[in-house]
C-alpha cells in the first residue's frame, strides 16, 4: 500500500545534503563521540546523590544496571572490530534509551540522555543500510514517547520535554524515518501534541517551541505525501488498498489509545492534564467519533483488523489519514464544548481551532495536489475538514477567519477540481455574507473577507472558472456574478471616506479586469462568438459535454447553458406572474417541450432559482393528474440514500413552501416517502411506514416550534404515538429518540426563505452538498486563453466603470490614481478588442470628467491648477492614451475627447504644429507674416488683415498675458512652484499626442471616423450658437482645421465624411456677412479640399467642384475682400487638375469662379492666367467646357479691368479656340459612327455659333482696338471654318443672331453715342461692311439655293443702304459714301456672274433681279447702269470663266451642307 519511496529521504525535502555518512565513517571517530555522550551522562548521574552515593561505596556492592550497560556500551565501542553499519543501532542507543524511560531518573538526568540522543541521531549514520534499523526505530520512538523522570523543579521539568520535542523531530528527520510505521508516527505526534497541552500552563519559551516542533512535524509528514508510491504493493494486494480508502480509515482509538498508554510517568503523567477544558475535551471527542465510525459499520471488527495491520505497516498514507483526521477533529473542540465559533472572543479561547488551522494549512500546502489521488485524505477534505472550514468562517476572530481563508485558497490552488460545490458553499455562505454590513458581519470581519476574496481574485483564472463552473451551470448559483457586483458596491464609498475595504474592493476588481488583458495577450481569438439560439427542445438537464479538457466542446457547452440559465430566470419571472404563462412562455423559447412531460417541468422547478416557493407548492400539492405526476418525478430528483430520514425531510421541504390543506400535505408526503424507501429503506418496512413517520416528524415540528402550542410533545409522548407503524412492528427507541432531540433541537422550517441570498450552511444542506458532489460532473480548469472574457466583462463592465470612477474621484491619496487609472486602460483594451462601442464610451466619458478641462467655472488661473492637479494631468494623459489607442472603438465618446482639445486650445496648452501635423505633407507651402501667428495654418495663401482678435499661442505667450492681465498694477515675475506647474502642465500635453488622434485618422475604422468628424462638427456648432465671442470664433476655426486635416487624411473615405464636411461648411458660409477668420478658413478649406482629392477621387470629382458653388454664394463684402485669393486657388486647382475635370457642371463652376474676377482689379489677372491655361493650345478644351471658357474668356474681353492688350489676348483665346473643333470634328468622323459623329456635328455647330455670338459682344467695345480686333476676328471665324460641317439652318441663324444683329448694333451705337465715347467708329462701320461683303459671298453658292435666300440678300443689301445713309458725329461719311457702293457693286456683279442675280422672264416684281435693283436704285442710283453695263461688256469674254464656276459647283457636296474646301472661293 502507499508509502515512501525508499530512495527519498527527509533530506531531500528539507533541502539538506543527501549524504554525510561519509564524515562519520571512520569507527574510532563514532567511538569517541559516542564515549563522549557516555561520559556526559555519567557525570551528570554522578552529581545525583543517589548515583553518586552508589558508586562511590565499596567494590563488592553491585552497580546500578544503568551504570553498567553505559559502562559496558563504552568498553564495547573501543573493543568491537566490525565495522559500524554492521552493528545495531539499538547496540549503542539502548543504554542511553534505558536511562530515558527510568523511573529513578531525574529531570536533569533524562535531559542529557535525550540529549546524547538527539546527538548522535543527527550524525546522519542511522540510515536504511544500518542493521535492524527498523527495530532500533521502533526502540527509539517507544523509549522516547514513554519517557519517564522524576520532576524536581519547573525548570528541568521544561527542559526534558524540549529535549523529547527536539529527539522527535529529529527522528522524523531523520534518513530512516521512513522505517517507522504508521502507528509510531502517529504516536509521534500525539505525544508532541500533548506536550502542546502540557505547555498551556508552563513556560512562555515551551509553548513556542511545542507548537513550533508539532508544525514541524507536520510539515515532514505531508511534504512526503507527493513521493508516496502508489502503486507499492497494489498488484499483491489488489484493491485493498482503495476498498480501505473507501470504506474509511477511522482507527483513532489505536492513536489516542497508544497515547494514553505511554503516559510518560506517573509524575509527567499528572502533568499533562491541563486547565484549559477545550484540552480537556479534546482526547474524549476524538473517541467518541471514532466510535460512532466504528460500531455504525456491518463489519466493523473486520475493519477494525484491517486498520491495526495497516497501522503496523511502514510510514505511509494511512500514518497521514489518521494524523489529517486527528488535526481536523480539533476543530469540532468548540462545538462539543458548548461554545460555537459565533460566541463572543472573550469566552471562546480561539488557541485551539487557530493552532488546528495553521497545521492543516501547512499539511495542505505540502500534500497539494497529491491529495486527490488518496480518496480517504481527499474525502476528510471534501466533508469533515470543509463542514469545519464552513462553521469557523463565520467566527469573529479576524484571526481565524484568515486562517480559514488561507486554507480555502490552498484549497483552490490545489484541489479545485475535486471540491467544486464545497467551494460554491465557501463564497456563498462566508464570503458573501461576511463581506457585506447587512448581514450583521463587523468591520474587521468584512476587512477579513474582503482581503481573501482579493487574493482570490489575483489568481489569474480563479473568476473565469468560477464563471464557467458555477455561474453556467443551471444547478448552482451566480458565484462569478455575485462576487463581481460584492466587489463593485463596496468599492464605493457611500457617505464616507475612503477606506480600507474599498481600495481592496478596487484591488479585487482591476485584478479581475487585469486577468481579462493578460488572457487576451496570450493569443486569444476577439472575435466574438456566435449567439447562442435554440432552435428546438432539448432536456436541459441532460446535457452534457463530452470533453470538459478540450475547449472546442466545452466552451460552446458552457455558453449554451448559460443561455438557457438566463432564459430560465426570464422563464421563473413569468411564472411567478402567472405559472400557466410562465409554461407556455417555457415552450415557446423551446426550454419546455411543445406538449408538456411531467419529467422536463419537475426539472424546471428542481433547478431553477428564483421560483415563487409558495406557488410550487401549490402545484405540486394539486389533485390533477398532470401534477401528481409532476410531484413524483420532482421528488425523483432528490438522492436520499444513505440517509437520515429527519435530513431527507429538511432537504426535501427547503425547495417548496409545504401548502397548508391535508390533502395536499398527504400527497407531498406520499411521494416524499415513495423516493426515501426506494432509496434508503434501513430499518423500515416498507413505504408506508415511511409515509407514517414522515407525517409524525412534521406534527413533532409543529409541536415543538409553534409558539401557541404549550403543552410540548414529550420523548415518550412522541416514540408511543409511533408503536406499530413499522409493517406492525415497533421500531427501535433509539432510532426514535434520535428523531425527536433531532427535530427538537433543529426546526424543520416548512416555509423556506424567498430569494434568501446567501443563506446559512445548516446540517442538512450540508450533507445534500455532500450527496450531489459525488455525481457532480467534472470542473473546467481554464488555461491562459480568453474563452468565457466576452461574456463576463459584459456582465461586470459597466458596474467596473463606476466603481473605480467613484473611487478615482474621492481618492485623495496619490498612490491610488495609477491602480484607478491602471483599471480604466485594461476596461478600455477589453472593450477593443470585443468591440463593446458603448462600454467604451462610458469609459472616455467618465474619464473626461476627472480632467476638469470639462468644467463649466474655471477658476482664474487655470493653466497653473491644472499643473498642480495630480489627478487631472493623470486622467487627461490616460483619455487621450485610450483615443490612440483604442480609438477605432469610441462612439459618442469623441464628443468628450474634442471638448478636452478645444478646452486645452482655449488655454493655449495646444501648440501650433498640432493643427499642421494633423495633415498630410503640404502640397504648397504656407504664406506667414513673420512673428504673427498661424491663422490658417492649411491655406496655401496669405489671408488679407482682418481686424479680428487671435489669441497668442505657445505656453509661456499664454503665461505672460496671464501676468499683464492688470496692466495699471503690474504682478511680479512667476514663483517656482508656478512655473513648475506651467511645466507639468506643458509635459502633461505633450505626453497627450494630441495630434496622433488626426495624424493617425486614416486608420480608424470608418464608424469611428464618422463619429470624430460629427463630434467636431457639433463642438463648433454649439459654439456657433453661443455668444460669438473672438475667443468663441477662434476655437470653431480650430475645429474647422482639425475637421480639414482628418478630411484630407481620408482622401479615401471621403464619401464617408463628406456630407457632413460640405453642410458644415456650406453652413459657415452662407450665415458670414462679413469677413473673419472662420469663413476665410472655410472657403480656402474647401477649396484645399478640392485641390487634394481631386486627383484621387475621379468618382467623386462633380461632389467637390460643385460644392465650389458655396463660394459664388459668399456675401459680396466677403467675396470682394477673399476675391484675390480665392482666385488664387482656384488657378492651382485648376492648374493641377485640369486633366481630372471633365464634367460640365465641374467646368460651369470653375469658369463661374474665373468670370466672376474679370471685372476685380485685384483678382482678374490671376483668374485670367488660369482661363489662359485652359484655353492655349486647346489642350485642356473640351465639348463639356468650350461654351462656358468662350463665355469666360468674353467676359474677361468686355472687362475695362486691366490693359487691352489682356481684352484683345481674351479675344485670341476665343478665335483660337476654332481649331479644337475642327479637330474634334475631324476626330469625330475618323472614330465615331454615323450616328454619333452626326450628333457631335451638330454640338460643334452649336458651340461655333456660341463662339461667333460672343464675338459679336466683343464687337460692340467702346475700346476701338478691341472692337476691331473682335471684328477681324469675328470675320476670321466665319470664314476660316474649313473642317468644321455646318448646316445651312446654323448659317441663317448666324446671319439673323451674329451678322445683322452686329451690324445693327454699331449702326445704333455710331448714330447714338459720341465720338467721345467710341473713338472713330467710321473706320469700325467699314470693317463690319467688309465683314458682310466677304461672309455673304463666300458662302453665295450654297445659300443661292435656299428657299430662304432672297430673304438673306434683302437684309444684306438693306444694311448696305443703312450704313450708307448713317451719319457719324452727326455727318454723312464720306469713306462709307466711297466703299458701300463699291462693295455692293462688287457683290453684285458676283451674283451675276455666279448665275445668281440674272434677269428671268415671267418673275413680275416681286423676283429676285427686280428687288435687287429696286434697293440698288435707292442706294446708289447710278449702280445700276454701271452693273449692268459691266456685265454686257464682259458677257462674252467671262463666258468660260463661268463655265468653270458651273463645273465647280457641280462638284461641291450635298445641297444641305457647306463645303469645307470651296466656300473662301467668293472673297
Same mark, same amino acid.
Given at each position: ?256 489509545? !497508544? ?698 505667450? !499664454? ?158 463684402? &466677403? ?236 437684309? &444684306? ?111
Amino acid at each position: 500500500m502507499g508509502r515512501l519511496k525508499l530512495q527519498s529521504g527527509i533530506k531531500a525535502v528539507e533541502g539538506e545534503p543527501n549524504d554525510t555518512n561519509g564524515i562519520y565513517s571512520d569507527k574510532a571517530t563514532l567511538a569517541c563521540i559516542i564515549n563522549s555522550e557516555i561520559g556526559t551522562v555519567l557525570a551528570v548521574m554522578r552529581r545525583n546523590v543517589r548515583w553518586g552515593g552508589r558508586y562511590a561505596s565499596d567494590d563488592d556492592q553491585r552497580e546500578h544496571s544503568l551504570i553498567q550497560s553505559l559502562k559496558a556500551l563504552r568498553k564495547k565501542i573501543f573493543s568491537c572490530q566490525h565495522q559500524l553499519n554492521t552493528i545495531s543501532p539499538a547496540v549503542y542507543l539502548q543504554p542511553f534509551l534505558d536511562v530515558i524511560r527510568s523511573d529513578e531518573t531525574g529531570a536533569p538526568i533524562t535531559g542529557v540522555a535525550l540529549a546524547s540522543v538527539y546527538n548522535i541521531l543527527t550524525l546522519d549514520v542511522i540510515d536504511q543500510n544500518s542493521v535492524n534499523v527498523e527495530d532500533a526505530m521502533h526502540l527509539l520512538v517507544d523509549a522516547i514517547t514513554g519517557c519517564r523522570f522524576e520532576v524536581t523543579d519547573p525548570a528541568s521539568e521544561e527542559v526534558v520535554l524540549m529535549k523529547i520535542l527536539q529527539v522527535l523531530l529529529a527522528c522524523m528527520k531523520s534518513k530512516a524515518s521512513f522505517m517507522l510505521s504508521n502507528q509510531q508516527v502517529c504516536t509521534i505526534v500525539n505525544t508532541c501534541f500533548r506536550i502542546v497541552h502540557q505547555a498551556g500552563s508552563k513556560g512562555e519559551l515551551l509553548q513556542r517551541i511545542a507548537r513550533h516542533t508539532m508544525h514541524e512535524l507536520v510539515r515532514c509528514i505531508f511534504s512526503h505525501l507527493p513521493d508516496i508510491c502508489r502503486t507499492e504493493n497494489a498488484l499483491a494486494n489488489g484493491s485493498s488498498f482503495l476498498k480501505q480508502e473507501t470504506l474509511g480509515l477511522n482507527n483513532e482509538h489505536a492513536l489516542e489509545s !497508544r497515547l494514553l498508554d505511554n503516559g510518560i510517568s506517573s509524575e509527567f503523567g499528572s502533568q499533562l492534564l491541563s486547565t484549559n477544558p477545550a484540552f480537556h475535551a479534546s482526547p474524549g471527542v476524538v473517541e467518541s467519533r471514532m466510535g460512532e465510525k466504528t460500531t455504525g459499520t456491518s463489519d466493523g471488527k473486520d475493519a477494525v483488523e484491517n486498520d491495526l495491520n495497516l497501522m503496523t505497516e511502514p510510514f505511509g498514507v494511512p500514518s497521514m489519514v489518521e494524523i489529517f483526521q486527528f488535526l481536523c477533529s480539533l476543530l469540532n473542540v468548540a462545538e462539543n464544548i458548548g461554545l460555537g465559533p459565533k460566541s463572543n472572543t472573550i469566552a471562546f479561547d480561539e488557541d485551539v481551532p487557530l493552532f488546528a488551522l495553521t497545521l492543516i494549512n501547512s499539511a495542505i500546502e505540502l500534500g497539494g495536489s497529491s491529495i486527490q489521488h488518496h480518496p480517504q485524505l481527499l474525502g476528510l477534505v471534501r466533508d469533515e475538514l470543509f463542514q469545519n472550514l464552513m462553521q469557523f468562517g463565520l467566527s469573529t476572530s479576524p484571526l481565524i477567519l484568515s486562517m480559514v481563508c488561507s486554507i480555502v485558497l490552498n484549497l483552490y490552488h490545489h484541489l479545485r477540481t475535486e471540491l467544486k460545490l464545497q467551494l460554491e458553499a465557501f463564497f456563498s455562505c462566508v464570503i458573501l455574507r461576511l463581506a457585506q454590513s447587512r448581514y450583521g458581519a463587523s468591520y474587521q470581519q468584512q476587512e477579513v473577507a474582503m482581503e481573501a476574496l482579493v487574493d482570490f481574485c489575483r489568481q489569474k483564472n480563479f473568476m473565469v472558472e468560477m464563471y464557467a463552473n458555477l455561474d453556467c451551470d443551471v444547478t448552482c448559483s451566480n458565484i462569478f456574478e455575485e462576487l463581481a457586483s460584492l466587489l463593485s458596491k463596496s468599492a464605493f464609498p457611500v457617505n464616507s471616506p475612503l477606506s480600507s475595504i474599498h481600495i481592496l474592493a478596487l484591488d479585487g476588481l482591476i485584478a479581475v479586469i487585469q486577468g481579462m488583458t493578460e488572457r487576451e495577450e496570450n493569443g486569444s481569438n476577439c472575435l466574438s462568438d456566435p449567439p447562442v439560439t435554440l432552435e428546438k427542445y432539448t432536456p436541459f438537464w441532460m446535457v452534457k459535454c463530452d470533453n470538459y479538457s478540450d475547449p472546442n466542446q466545452w466552451v460552446p457547452f458552457v455558453r449554451r447553458t448559460k443561455f438557457i440559465k438566463r432564459r430560465l430566470m426570464t422563464g421563473a419571472d413569468h411564472f411567478n406572474h402567472d405559472p400557466k404563462k410562465g409554461l407556455e412562455f417555457l415552450q415557446g423559447i423551446h426550454l419546455l417541450p411543445d406538449k408538456l412531460d411531467p419529467q422536463s417541468v419537475a426539472w424546471f422547478f428542481r433547478y431553477t432559482a428564483g421560483l415563487d416557493k409558495n406557488l410550487i407548492g401549490d402545484f405540486l400539492g394539486n389533485h390533477d393528474d398532470f401534477c401528481i405526476q409532476v410531484l413524483h418525478k420532482f421528488a425523483g430528483t432528490f438522492d436520499f440514500e444513505d440517509m437520515k430520514l429527519d435530513t431527507a425531510l429538511r432537504i426535501f421541504l427547503e425547495t417548496f413552501r409545504l401548502p397548508g390543506e391535508s390533502q395536499k400535505i398527504q400527497r407531498v408526503l406520499e411521494a416524499f416517502s415513495e423516493r426515501y424507501y426506494e432509496q434508503s429503506p434501513l430499518i423500515l418496512a416498507d413505504k408506508d411506514a415511511a409515509l407514517l413517520l414522515s407525517y409524525s416528524i412534521i406534527m413533532l415540528n409543529t409541536d415543538q416550534h409553534n409558539v401557541q402550542v404549550k403543552k410540548k410533545m414529550t420523548e415518550e409522548d412522541f416514540i408511543r404515538n409511533n408503536r406499530h407503524i413499522n409493517g406492525g412492528e415497533d421500531l427501535p427507541r433509539e432510532f426514535l429518540s434520535e428523531l425527536y432531540h433531532s427535530i427538537c433541537k433543529n426546526e424543520i422550517r416548512t416555509t423556506p426563505e424567498q430569494g434568501a441570498g446567501f443563506p446559512e450552511m445548516t446540517p442538512s444542506r450540508w450533507i445534500d452538498l455532500i450527496h450531489k458532489s459525488k455525481k457532480n460532473g467534472s470542473f473546467i480548469v481554464s488555461d491562459s486563453r480568453a474563452y468565457l472574457d466576452q461574456d463576463m466583462f459584459s456582465i461586470v463592465s459597466g458596474s467596473t466603470i463606476a466603481a473605480i470612477s467613484v473611487v478615482f474621484d474621492n481618492a485623495e491619496e496619490e498612490e491610488v490614481f495609477p491602480t484607478c487609472l491602471g483599471g480604466f486602460l485594461a476596461v478600455a483594451k477589453i472593450s477593443a478588442c470585443y468591440h463593446l462601442e458603448d462600454v467604451l464610451d462610458d469609459l472616455v466619458v467618465s474619464l473626461c470628467k476627472f480632467t476638469t478641462l470639462l468644467n463649466s467655472s474655471y477658476l482664474d488661473e487655470p493653466e497653473l491648477e491644472f499643473g498642480d492637479n495630480t489627478k487631472a494631468r493623470m486622467s487627461t494623459v490616460t483619455v487621450f492614451k485610450i483615443a490612440n489607442q483604442y480609438g477605432d472603438y469610441i462612439r459618442t465618446g469623441w464628443r468628450n475627447i474634442i471638448d478636452c482639445i478645444l478646452r486645452l486650445h482655449k488655454l493655449g496648452l495646444i501648440p501650433t504644429h498640432v493643427v499642421q501635423d494633423a495633415a498630410d505633407e503640404l502640397e504648397f507651402p504656407s504664406v506667414t507674416d513673420q512673428g504673427k501667428p498661424v491663422t490658417n495654418s492649411q491655406s496655401t495663401i496669405q489671408t488679407p488683415s482682418v481686424s479680428t482678435l487671435k489669441k497668442s499661442y505657445g505656453f509661456m505667450g !499664454r503665461f505672460s498675458q496671464l501676468l499683464s492681465l492688470d496692466t495699471e498694477e503690474p504682478k511680479a515675475q512667476p514663483t517656482e512652484e508656478e512655473l513648475a506647474a506651467h511645466q507639468r502642465t506643458v509635459q502633461t500635453v505633450q505626453e497627450c499626442h494630441i495630434d496622433s488622434i488626426f495624424t493617425e485618422s486614416k486608420f480608424l475604422q470608418a464608424e469611428s471616423l464618422l463619429q470624430l468628424s460629427q463630434a467636431l462638427i457639433w463642438a463648433a456648432s454649439r459654439l456657433q450658437k453661443g455668444n460669438n465671442s473672438a475667443e468663441d470664433e477662434d476655437t470653431v476655426v480650430f475645429c474647422l482645421e482639425l475637421l480639414i486635416a482628418i478630411t484630407l487624411n481620408n482622401r479615401d473615405r471621403i464619401m464617408l465624411l463628406w456630407q457632413g464636411v460640405y453642410e458644415f461648411i456650406s453652413n459657415i458660409v452662407q450665415s458670414t456677412f462679413m469677413p473673419s477668420a472662420l469663413v476665410e478658413k472655410a472657403v480656402f478649406g474647401l477649396l484645399r479640399i478640392c485641390q487634394r482629392l481631386l486627383p484621387y477621387k475621379e468618382n467623386l470629382a462633380d461632389e467637390l467642384l460643385r460644392s465650389l458653388q458655396l463660394v459664388l454664394k459668399l456675401d459680396a463684402r &466677403v467675396a470682394d475682400a477673399y476675391c484675390e485669393q480665392i482666385t488664387q486657388e482656384v488657378s492651382r486647382l485648376v492648374k493641377a487638375n485640369a486633366s481630372h475635370i471633365r464634367s460640365q457642371l465641374g467646368w460651369r463652376i470653375i469658369t463661374s469662379l474665373l468670370s466672376i474676377t474679370a471685372r476685380h482689379p485685384d483678382a482678374s489677372e490671376a483668374g485670367f492666367d488660369a482661363l489662359f491655361f485652359i484655353m492655349s493650345g486647346g489642350t485642356h478644351l473640351l465639348p463639356a467646357n468650350y461654351v462656358l471658357c468662350v463665355d469666360a474668356s468674353r467676359q474677361f474681353a468686355e472687362s475695362r479691368v486691366g490693359q487691352a492688350d489682356r481684352s484683345v489676348c481674351a479675344l485670341d483665346l476665343m478665335a483660337g479656340s476654332v481649331d479644337s473643333l475642327a479637330r474634334w470634328a475631324r476626330e469625330a468622323k475618323l472614330s465615331m459612327n454615323a450616328e454619333d459623329a452626326a450628333k457631335m456635328s451638330q454640338d460643334i455647330g452649336e458651340m461655333w455659333l456660341r463662339l461667333v455670338q460672343g464675338l459679336r459682344k466683343v464687337c460692340l467695345d467702346q475700346r476701338e482696338v478691341v472692337r476691331n480686333h473682335a471684328l477681324s476676328l469675328l470675320r476670321n471665324c466665319l470664314t476660316g471654318v474649313d473642317g468644321i460641317p455646318l448646316p445651312y439652318g446654323l448659317w441663317l441663324q448666324c446671319f439673323d443672331l451674329v451678322i445683322f444683329t452686329v451690324l445693327d448694333d454699331l449702326l445704333e451705337i455710331a448714330q447714338v453715342h459720341s465720338q467721345k465715347e467710341y473713338r472713330n467708329m467710321e473706320g469700325t462701320l467699314i470693317l463690319a461692311m467688309k465683314l458682310l461683303s466677304k461672309v455673304f459671298l463666300q458662302l453665295l453658292p450654297d445659300l443661292s439655293h435656299l428657299r430662304t435666300f432672297c430673304k438673306v440678300w434683302l437684309g &444684306v443689301i438693306s444694311r448696305m443702304g443703312n450704313y450708307m445713309k448713317v451719319k457719324v458725329g452727326g455727318r454723312k461719311s464720306e469713306k462709307l459714301q466711297d466703299e458701300v457702293p463699291e462693295l455692293l457693286k462688287n457683290t453684285l456683279l458676283v451674283m451675276n456672274l455666279r448665275g445668281v442675280l440674272v434677269q428671268k422672264s415671267g418673275s413680275g416684281e416681286d423676283g429676285l433681279w427686280e428687288q435687287t435693283w429696286l434697293h440698288v436704285n435707292k442706294i446708289a442710283p447710278s449702280l445700276q447702269a454701271e452693273v449692268l453695263a459691266q456685265i454686257l461688256v464682259q458677257s462674252h469674254t467671262e463666258q468660260g470663266e463661268r463655265e468653270e464656276v458651273s463645273d465647280e459647283k457641280a462638284s461641291l457636296l450635298p445641297a444641305e451642307t457647306i463645303p469645307s474646301g470651296g466656300s473662301g472661293s467668293g472673297g
